[in-house]
């Protein structure tokens, strides 16, 4: 099986000019087929709020109303999409930019309403994502750029979690190719003490999820995030890991930020 690379880039590194400079010549540098999703969450919660459109959040998710998901969609899939993809051509990584629409390649169900209405939110399951056309925009040489927007085959555009969007391809993938499935923000990794750079968790293993979440060292949006995580392991990606936008070279030696295993 030959390599695939999954990467799913923060809003904190995507918000500053220069980390993401950097980021996006590591990225290109990485050997082997890769593929990049991205959200861009504070710059949508900033030009929200410009046009007088508060950001709600329950547990690191946004609520999306029908005019938030105009922010969200016009941010994911114009501004911060093709801001990157026109990036990575100037630095001879030949991407192409998407929604989940484009191509049917990410198909979401609305979220039905429980205790919370979500709004215009997408959930994924085993059949939304399209793994034969990501695996065709691969083989033909191309390196797919996801946003956070999605599709319900019904014309309604979703706002969709990017990192469920990741594990979801991921999980895809993984029957194709040999699947890592990489987080990059703007911390090393899961941390101890959020204030002390070198508390980092070097490695979790499944059963100290809970534990962890119970002390409070996984708190807010690491949350769904390592449950994402956990449950792309469980679905046959064959390594996860979070960390350091900045370190993501160090990913060949196996030395990047915390490690998710079984």
């Known amino acids: 099986m030959n390599k695939l690379s999954v990467i799913k880039i923060g809003g904190n590194v995507i918000d500053n000019s220069e980390k993401l400079h950097q980021f996006l010549l590591d990225f290109t540098a990485l050997p082997g087929d890769k593929i990049l999703i991205h959200g861009g969450g504070k710059i949508a919660t900033e030009l929200g709020t410009s046009l007088g459109i508060e950001a709600k959040m329950v547990d690191g998710r ?5 005019e938030t ?3 969200v969609t016009m941010v994911y899939a114009g501004l911060i999409n093709k ?4 990036q990575l051509q100037n630095k001879g990584c030949n991407a192409i930019g998407l929604t989940g629409a484009d191509g049917n390649i990410i198909k979401a169900a609305k979220r039905p309403v429980k205790e919370i209405d979500y709004g215009f939110v997408g ?5 939304s994502v399209s793994s034969e056309m990501i695996n065709n925009l691969l083989k033909a ?9 999605t ?10 979690n990017a990192d469920t969007i990741a594990s979801a ?7 194709r190719y040999d699947t890592s499935l990489i987080y990059c923000f703007e911390k090393r990794g899961v941390m101890r003490d959020i204030e002390d750079d070198n508390s980092l ?5 499944m059963a100290e999820f809970e534990g962890l979440k119970n002390e409070g060292v996984v708190s807010g949006g690491m949350i769904p995030k390592l449950h994402n995580a956990f449950e792309a392991i469980k679905s046959g990606v064959t390594a996860v890991y979070i960390g350091k936008a900045d370190e993501l070279p160090l990913i060949d030696q196996q030395n990047f930020g915390t490690r998710l295993i079984k």
Not at 83 to 86: E, G, L, P, R
Not at 141 to 149: D, F, K, Q, R, S
């Open 62 to 66: 946004r609520i999306t109303d029908i």
């Open 69 to 71: 998901l105009r922010v």
């Open 83 to 86: 801001n990157m993809v026109a």
């Open 123 to 127: 959930d994924l399951n085993e059949t």
């Open 141 to 149: 040489g191309l390196v797919p750029v996801l946003c956070a927007i």
């Open 151 to 160: 599709h319900d085959g019904d014309g309604q555009l979703l706002n969709t």
């Open 169 to 175: 391809v991921a999980v895809a993938m993984s029957d």
């Open 201 to 205: 968790v070097a490695e979790i293993k």
